[in-house]
């Protein structure tokens, strides 16, 4: 759906994105990470054509960006991390004049507004205006905002910051209905690793160049190791398996550099090895051991 | 067309649905109204007076009225056709701070269906309030002294048209280049503080020094308060002209910038149409031009 070839774009002479390529398949989640200023916003911005590039190719959907703009645009949905809808207007004037930039309008806007409507049940907030919605609301209508002409890709930056839980959980089903039912290809930048982990591919940017790419289970076993929660056994017995450990709420945490090794353990000692979880890194420490910054931090 | 349609009407329904933005566009027209219900109409009113007095003659209280009428409605329009399209025309500038040209620039929109959205926009608005303007001054004259042919209504309801065309192309052009809070509010103070002087809306030009009456000649905005005072005063001047002296009357058109100069020659009307055709078009071309050159899609 998207391919990136050393793609490189200046602002005077900072490198905002220096030299990058990666690709996602269709129908893909695919998160992108980084820190503020990696990069993730004027990437995104050259995907959707709103930004030029300086140098290298980006083809989405096989479309070349240089030679088509215009269809490109066609074919992304983007939510962006600020709320962008016309807080004067309803929600439904503020979809009919979205719907309009793409040329829909009449019986066609009203049969994808009713689609819509059934998707992000809002129909009880149609002619309410946007600036008396939650902030929850207003996300459901940023997000049918950007599907109103039924892209193929959707671009979300960072779209649940600052969201309850429940209405994140809520758009996030929404999203993975969408990808089932339309094989929709979905660009994600977020804070949240929680989410990234959901991600069928992840790319890590920091200082404009790409420092990691994968799986979620790939950067896990690569950057990080696993994590074995002893419970019920003394300290004394956690210092015979001769490992790193740290004392956590009703028991230890060992760090093993994989499951092999955790296996070898558990082989080793099966009298330490009682009541016990192995779990694999988090998304958070395979990102705190490439780019040794946590996500929210700029240095 | 279906966008453009849209875009025009989602940049008029903001403008006028954003009550700050709507009242900062009739800050300047409401200065004026209070000017004048306070002294500015005392003003007018004596000096009219006291010119055709120290002649040793008189002039009727109706035909009075009808002048100073005539100054007030002209000064309101000029003014309120430039501070309303200056202000209508910054919701292009508070959508690049919001974020919101951002998300329409993602969209498949052509960089010139974006600019007629505002501007055509900016016109509608300007026009709307500016023609309601006209209409009350309109109004205020029948009951105060009315003596406006046909002829010069018409004549004025194009004049508020041009003008607003006149507005909506130089706010345009200001306001390509702005793109921060700060900006709007300094460029809003700016037009609706200043603009009703320079263009000699609060006080006539002729009572600046000459030195300034020459800086201003060379402004487009002077020979647009010149029309519309023309047009508003011409069937009055021509009533008082019946019973009062050529040369007085010729002192009175100098003296309410009636008649402008341009380095002591007087200016037509139909240079001033000229100048003002000329000014918005040539606003409109350089508009175009920045648009085609913007860098960003």
């Known amino acids: ?36 200023g990696a990069g993730k916003s004027t990437t995104i911005g050259v995907i959707s054509a709103s930004h030029k590039k300086d140098t290298g190719k980006v083809f989405v959907g096989g479309i070349d960006i240089d030679a088509n703009t215009e269809a490109i645009k066609r074919d992304i949905g983007v939510v962006f991390q600020n709320s962008v809808l016309d807080k004067a207007l309803s929600v439904k004037a503020n979809l009919e004049n979205r719907a309009a930039l793409y040329g829909i309008g009449g019986a066609a806007f009203k049969k994808r507004l009713n689609e819509l409507i059934a998707l992000l049940d809002f129909a009880d907030i149609l002619n309410r205006p946007v600036g008396k919605l939650s902030g929850g609301q207003r996300r459901r209508i940023d997000i049918a905002r950007a599907l109103i002409h039924s892209p193929k890709l959707l671009i979300l930056d960072e779209p649940t910051t600052g969201l309850d839980p429940q209405t994140r959980t809520m758009l996030w089903e929404v999203i993975e209905r969408l990808r089932k039912e339309t094989d929709m290809t979905v660009l994600l930048t977020t804070h949240y690793m929680e989410e990234a982990a959901n991600a069928d591919n992840v ?3 920091d200082g404009g160049k790409i420092i990691a790419e994968g799986t979620p289970l790939e950067l896990k076993n690569k950057y990080t190791g696993d994590f074995i929660s002893l419970y019920n056994v003394s300290e004394s017995e956690v210092e015979l398996l001769g490992k790193p450990y740290e004392k956590i709420a009703d028991g230890y945490k060992i760090c093993v550099k994989d499951t092999n090794e955790a296996t070898n353990l558990i082989i080793g000692y099966p009298q330490i090895f009682r009541d016990y979880e192995i779990i694999k890194g988090r998304m958070d420490d395979v990102f705190l051991s490439v780019t040794g910054k946590r996500l929210g931090e700029n240095k | 067309m279906i ?79 430039i501070t309303v399209a200056f202000c209508s025309n910054l919701l292009s500038v508070q959508d690049k701070v919001s974020g919101a040209r951002k998300d329409i620039v993602v969209a498949p929109v052509k960089g010139w269906k974006l600019s007629v ?32 042919t046909l002829s010069d209504v018409l004549l004025l309801i194009l004049d508020v048209f041009l003008l607003s065309l006149f507005g909506t192309a130089l706010s345009s052009v200001v306001n390509f280049f702005l793109s921060t809070q700060g900006q709007i509010s300094a460029v809003g103070s700016i037009v609706s503080s200043c603009y009703g002087f320079i263009c000699g809306a609060y006080m006539p030009i002729s009572t600046f020094s000459q030195g300034l009456q ?21 069937s009055a001047f021509e009533k008082a002209g019946e019973a009062l002296p050529k040369e007085l009357i010729d002192g009175l058109k100098d003296s309410v910038d009636y008649n402008v100069y341009f380095f002591e020659k007087q200016v037509s009307v139909s240079v001033m149409y000229a100048i003002l055709i000329g000014t918005v078009v040539l606003l409109m071309s350089v508009y175009i031009l920045m648009n085609k050159g913007k860098k960003t899609a």
């Open chain 2, 3 to 81: 966008t453009v349609k849209s875009l025009i009407k989602r940049n008029t329904v903001l403008f006028f649905k954003d009550k700050g933005m709507f009242f900062t566009s009739l800050i300047t027209p409401l200065i004026l109204l209070v000017l004048y219900t306070t002294f500015l109409g005392n003003v007018y009113e004596d000096s009219f007076k006291s010119v055709i007095e120290a002649a040793g003659l008189t002039i009727d209280e109706k035909l009075l009225a009808g002048c100073v009428g005539g100054q007030l409605l002209s000064s309101l329009l000029a003014v309120s056709c």
């Open chain 1, 1 to 36: 759906m998207i391919l990136i070839e050393h793609l490189s774009k200046y602002y005077g002479k900072v490198k905002a994105v220096d030299d990058i390529s990666f690709k996602v398949k269709k129908g893909e989640l695919f998160a992108f990470l980084g820190v503020n």
């Open chain 2, 214 to 234: 020459r800086v201003l000649s060379f402004f487009p905005g002077t020979y647009a308060t010149a029309l519309l005072r023309y047009h508003t005063l011409r």
């Open chain 2, 117 to 148: 959205g505002y501007y055509v926009a900016t016109l509608i608005s300007t026009v709307i309030i500016c023609y309601v303007a006209l209409f009350a001054g309109l109004i205020y004259l029948s009951v105060t002294g009315w003596f406006l």
């Open chain 1, 203 to 205: 790319v890590i940017i």
